[in-house]
């Protein structure tokens, strides 16, 4: 699989930053305060529906259904946070066979045999880096961080919804290798959170590239 | 043989071949090079696996130079 750098000597900047301009350059500081962020933001979601849940018990047993009903909210709004994450990832509509074909070829000549076979198993490409390890889609990519327990899930794409999807996917994969940081300074964060809340939104079939990049997370 | 490379509706277009001993391929390959750039589009050289280096001059000793559109977040 393969190793997201740049080459030796070369510092480069991804072009797309100056349409971002004011944002920070992401690094591991930024990561770690967006994420503690994420996290308190959750529970500040989920604290006060559970106190209330129990609350209302307390006060008065009979209410156990509004009980519930606060439990569920508290259960619901950060699955809804994660299906947000995962649906960077989710496939989108397929064009003629012999473009898409022409584009994988294209994209297996650009990563190793492992990642090759991953991405025809689950679609996604397996992109070690220095901010963790990244699962590249055609719209958007999940970066498992170091420790393998938080996942970062970047909303970005190339505007060109004429490109087979494999070419969409080598876009992303290119500009990720020329500036690591710079493509999730450009990407729009959607998620960050629990890798086991993503996974049980995530589909089916990407699954394994989940598990696969927490391995290769967890061995970094 | 280098090959200057869109990616496109058709999957990839080939839209130069060169050898660094044959002067006019190359000059034409700069040629397609500078009217791809010239269209907002961005090269990149894939440098092994998990590396790729942005230029702005045909670099005739690669093998492939990949021209990318701009990227966005979505």
């Known amino acids: ?220 | 043989m280098s090959r200057l490379v869109r990616m496109d509706r058709t999957g990839h277009t080939t839209l130069a071949e060169w050898t660094a001993a044959d002067e006019p391929s190359v000059e034409s390959a700069v040629t397609a090079f500078r009217e791809e750039l010239d269209r907002g589009s961005f090269a990149v050289v894939p440098r092994g696996e998990g590396r790729a280096e942005q230029v702005t001059e045909l670099p005739v000793d690669a093998d492939l130079v990949v021209m990318r559109r701009p990227i966005a977040g979505g």
Not at chain 1, 5 to 28: F, K, M, T
Not at chain 1, 60 to 75: D, E, H, N
Not at chain 1, 79 to 84: E, F, M
Not at chain 1, 192 to 212: E, I, K, N, Q, V
Request: glycine share 6%.
């Open chain 1, 1 to 220: 699989m393969a190793q997201a750098a740049s080459a030796p000597g070369v510092q480069q900047a991804l072009p797309e930053l100056a349409s971002v301009y004011w944002r920070p350059r992401v690094d591991e500081d930024v990561l770690r305060r967006r994420g503690t962020l994420w996290t308190t933001v959750t529970v500040a979601h989920v604290v006060p529906f559970v106190a209330i849940a129990v609350l209302i018990v307390v006060l008065q047993p009979l209410a156990v259904a509004v009980s519930l009903i606060a439990l569920a909210k508290a259960w619901l709004i950060p699955a809804l946070y994660a299906q947000r994450g995962a649906n960077v990832v989710r496939p989108k509509r397929r064009l003629d066979e012999e473009p898409e074909r022409r584009a994988l070829g294209l994209l297996g000549d650009l990563v190793g045999h492992e990642a090759r076979e991953l991405y025809a198993a689950t679609g996604l490409v397996l992109e070690r880096g220095a901010l963790g390890v990244w699962l590249v889609g055609e719209a958007g990519a999940v970066l498992v961080r170091p420790g393998r327990r938080r996942v970062f899930c970047y909303c970005i794409r190339v505007p060109a919804d004429e490109l087979p999807s494999a070419d969409r996917t080598s876009h992303l994969l290119l500009a990720l290798r020329e500036d690591e940081a710079g493509f999730a300074t450009v990407a729009n964060l959607a998620f960050s959170g629990a890798r086991w809340r993503l996974r049980r939104r995530l589909d089916r079939r990407m699954r394994p590239a989940l598990a696969a990049a927490a391995r290769a997370a967890s061995a970094r």
